[in-house]
């Protein structure tokens, strides 16, 4: 099976090859694809961000793809960033405005309302029109400051109080157990493998 990874995220990337590394699958990405034009991620959800760019990139290359659309979402700040978490500063993966952007916002939330998640959605999307689905949370609290050189976007800010670190001080390995991502991946894994064994 050759499955297309609809991103140009390199640090999605290398995340999602390590994950799927186990199974009999030949994974691309956008970037061997350069004559895909930029999908404008336009959706008010997670959902419709990740079926829209697996259904272009599908119509585009006639093969599986697999396609995500993730975020952080804070209580305190009514469910922002969210869908727009990339962008959350004005330009798409500006990862130090975005940060310094949450930090003056947080600035004074008080440590009991600092609550807040990763979410991300996964589409598994297949030539013969089939499709599946899949969510993962991660939950934690905003920091007061950067701690950690692992990871991209808000991951130096994203405190898991259950590990005593950031998501940016955790291992690959560690953070791919717990993860948005990697818990959503578990679940697409599951679905991929039974589909290995059909072909």
């Given at each position: 099976?050759e499955?297309?990874l609809?991103?140009?995220?390199?640090?999605?990337?290398?995340?999602?090859?390590?994950?799927?590394?186990?199974?009999?699958?030949?994974?691309t990405?956008?970037?061997?694809?350069?004559?895909?034009?930029?999908?404008?991620?336009d959706?008010?959800?997670?959902?419709?961000?990740?079926?829209?760019?697996?259904?272009?990139?599908?119509?585009?290359?006639?093969?599986?793809?697999l396609?995500?659309?993730?975020?952080?979402?804070?209580?305190?700040?009514?469910?922002?960033p969210?869908?727009?978490?990339?962008?959350?500063?004005?330009?798409q993966?500006?990862?130090?405005?975005n940060?310094?952007?949450?930090?003056?916002?947080?600035?004074?939330?008080?440590?009991?309302?600092?609550?807040?998640?990763?979410?991300?959605?996964?589409?598994?999307?297949?030539?013969?029109?089939?499709?599946?689905?899949?969510k993962?949370?991660?939950?934690?609290?905003?920091?007061r400051?950067?701690?950690?050189?692992?990871?991209?976007?808000?991951?130096?800010?994203?405190?898991?109080?259950?590990?005593?670190?950031?998501?940016?001080?955790l291992?690959?390995?560690?953070?791919?157990?717990?993860?948005?991502?990697?818990?959503?991946?578990?679940?697409?894994?599951?679905?991929?493998?039974?589909?290995?064994?059909?072909?």
């Amino acid at each position: 099976m050759e499955l297309v990874l609809a991103t140009g995220n390199e640090g999605k990337k290398v995340e999602l090859i390590r994950l799927l590394s186990g199974l009999d699958i030949t994974i691309t990405s956008l970037s061997d694809y350069p004559e895909i034009p930029e999908i404008v991620e336009d959706g008010d959800t997670f959902e419709l961000n990740a079926f829209k760019k697996a259904r272009e990139v599908l119509k585009a290359t006639g093969k599986w793809v697999l396609a995500d659309d993730s975020g952080l979402v804070v209580d305190a700040l009514g469910g922002a960033p969210g869908v727009r978490s990339a962008r959350y500063a004005g330009n798409q993966g500006d990862y130090k405005g975005n940060n310094e952007k949450l930090l003056r916002e947080m600035k004074d939330i008080s440590d009991e309302k600092r609550q807040a998640r990763f979410v991300c959605f996964m589409a598994l999307v297949a030539p013969d029109g089939r499709e599946w689905k899949a969510k993962g949370c991660c939950e934690g609290q905003i920091a007061r400051d950067y701690a950690g050189n692992e990871g991209f976007g808000f991951d130096p800010l994203f405190f898991i109080p259950e590990k005593g670190k950031t998501m940016a001080e955790l291992e690959m390995d560690e953070k791919n157990e717990i993860s948005h991502r990697g818990r959503a991946l578990q679940k697409i894994t599951k679905i991929l493998v039974e589909l290995c064994r059909e072909n």
